[in-house]
């Protein structure tokens, strides 16, 4: 079924908004022939929020009458402020009233400006609650929403599916039944199994917290699963969609019309929310790129796919919607501190140019956005004393940046191209504040003399041992901006094989504890080994860098047998990647595979969104996506429309659902330092009782569809049965009326 959210009740009640009256004063008394005229009209009471009452003027007088005297002029009161009775809409960290800000911004949260979206449950109540608790918000273009019921294996599953003809967007929602999957490790599990069932290709994911599902059990867990992938096959998403309910719930009732424009591939969203009671929540957005199947970030399709599986669509069957709005003032752009850790061994050549391909689509898409960015690369051979041979240790130790040269990048990961500057840094030179770097001639060093990293590094990656040490060079040669978020990415096609501090070794058995990384890059205080003789090792402290998680994304190997069983890549010996993706996991890092060229490309977006996403301005609320209206009062250069700023990667504003943010890019970027920002959305309220059921007037009816009698409908808003302004749809005009009271259709009765 679909409900309208209900608006008004809401706002005029909690947003205050209401037009004052206006009162004038009465008109003028008339004097007669021989008496006085009659006194002059009282001027009327003050105006609620209207102009000022205008006072009665002289009464006319008779031939020897005196007109009476006109009434004063009432005097107009003051306007009602519509923001003046929010608490909810304010940020108490930010101490903003709404009088400090502009009317371009204030407008964004009038009841006519907010942005439509409508809810789609399940259409059986009991059902639902029982099976599929099952509630999207969703933009009004998805025109096309069918219920569904499929079994597979005599396991019924119901859900929804839905088609946004116009976007060429499909989706398909439903609560997995008989799971039983009570942590990540089983989440991940499903989502392997479902994806591989689907032949997924390009398949990046990470974790997330869902607002509506109970807490991870696990400091180091979320409790939902974000991913995207592809599908090859010509089909329109509406078909694709309906594949994949026969494919993964089995046949059934509902399907979409077969309608759109057909591709090569398909472009998923999906998630995967961990409810209580073994139950997990899975929701699949399908689209279509262009004809060379590239889905651009800032495209129609793409903001459907977000709109549907963004984080925030989804609710249970009984959760209801409330309406935000936030001032804002935007602070100075924020910084990023990249720092690159690539394996530089003999296999690497083909994933480090796929990698520089993707980085100069990655500089792009931050000089478009408000980051402050750099980056910094250091190899797999950076913290490793035991690679002695000459062409293995050229990279020990050597930090290549900072930069936010998109070129210089792309040098140090290809071969044959000359670095437009040199900026590699010997870490004893960077710990002990020589300068080295731009201008300086301290840069010869490291392989090809600071540009191209090379295939010749140490067969023994240690990914993590390398990430570790550089950021603590980092900061003690203060090379890290303080303010600056810190971002970490890996590409390697193998295991992470650090053994100690300054030491990688091959065997398993000598790996150093993969706490340790944990609590390091969750910013504890912890320890690492130092190896001192042989495989002979003492614990050293190692002291946090930063209070606050940094998150590790890592592209890496995925490769696995016909029983899915992980396999080593080309040229390898090492075996999976558990303390890459552990590590990952446990800092909210996203996962990608270097398996394909074209997966590089995509996880690298993904970080990208993540990162632009987790520095953005963030809601007090989760929204839900398709509700989020922005006005800014001022721009850095000619922003289409600054009271309604487009939804735009391009010139305007995108929301990131994980992180709940909202961020400007291009030309609708705030202007300065303190510019004045309003947004306004919807947010679910999860209740643990039916809609309605606080109803005292004996309307409430949880076996109706709107859980209440008769024509009454529920206003989730003030959780109240009223009854809408048709009476449900029974009125002929000239015929019947609406008895509000009683929410019936009465034939009007004609008096002769």
Known sequence: MRTVFLLFSLLLLSLGCGGGKVDTGDSEGLGSAENPGGPGGTGGPNGTGGPDGTGGTNGNGGANGTGGTGGNEGTGGTEEDPFEDTPESFDPTKDIAWEEHSQTTRNACHPDNLTPVNEHRTADAQTALSQAQITLGLPQSFGQVEEMVRTLAGVTTRGLLGLDEGNNVAFVVWQHAGASIHNMAGLEALMAAQTTRLSAQNLVSSAFTAWDAPPSTSATEGNALRVTFQISGSMNPAARANNIATSLLGTGSGSLTNTGTARSTQHVRAQYVLRGNGEVAVVMAVTVGDAAGVLAQGSLQNFGLHDVAGGAALARYYDRNRVRCEPSRRTANRAVDFLFVVDDSASMSNPQAALAAAGTAMANLLHNSTLNWQVALVTSTYHNEGATAADRRRNRGIIRGFTNDAQLFRAWLTSGIACNAMTACRRDWMTTGVTCGLNSSNTTTGA?????????????????????????????????????????????????????????????????????????????????????????????????????????????????????????????????????????????????????????????????????????????????????????????????????????????????????????????????????????????????????????????????????????????????????????????????????????????????
């Not at 002979?536 to 190692?542: A, I, T, Y």
């Not at 993706?581 to 990208?608: F, H, K, P, Y």
């Not at 009816?701 to 009476?727: L, M, Q, W, Y």
């Open 448 to 752: 090809n003399n600071g540009c191209w990293v090379g295939t010749s590094g140490a067969s023994e990656e240690g990914l993590l041992g390398a990430a570790r040490l550089a950021l603590m060079d980092l900061h003690a040669g203060n090379r890290l901006r303080p303010d600056a978020d810190l971002v970490v990415v890996i590409l390697t096609d193998t295991e992470d094989q650090t053994s100690g501090l300054y030491s990688s070794n091959a065997t398993s058995g000598n790996w150093e504890p993969i706490s340790h990384f944990i609590d390091f890059f969750q910013g504890r205080d912890t320890q690492a080994r130092r190896i001192t003789t042989g495989t002979r090792f003492e614990l050293v402290n190692v002291p946090a860098i930063r209070s606050s998680t940094i998150p590790v994304h890592a592209i890496r190997c995925t490769r696995t047998n016909a029983a899915g069983r992980p396999i080593a890549c080309v040229n390898e010996s090492i075996v999976g990647s558990a303390r890459l993706d552990a590590v990952a996991r446990a800092t909210g890092g996203i996962l990608g595979s270097i398996n394909e060229t074209a997966g590089i490309a995509a996880t690298m977006e993904q970080i990208v969104d993540d990162v632009i996403g987790r520095a953005g301005i963030r809601t007090q609320w989760p929204f839900i996506g398709a509700s989020v209206r922005v006005a800014i009062e001022s721009t850095r250069g000619p922003c289409p429309n600054r009271a309604h700023v487009p939804r735009s990667r391009q010139d305007g504003f995108d929301y990131d659902g994980y992180a709940q943010t909202i961020s400007f890019f291009g030309s609708c970027r705030p202007s300065a330092q303190g510019s004045d920002i309003a947004i306004s959305y919807r947010t679910w309220e999860s209740f643990d009782r039916w809609p309605c059921q606080s109803d005292d007037s004996g309307l409430f009816d949880k076996d109706e569809e709107d859980f209440c009698k008769g024509n009454f409908v529920c206003d989730f808003n003030s959780d109240r049965c009223i009854c809408p302004a048709d009476c449900g749809g029974c009125l002929v005009q000239g015929v019947s009326e609406c008895n509000p009271n009683t929410c019936t259709c009465e034939d009007i009765v004609i008096l002769n």
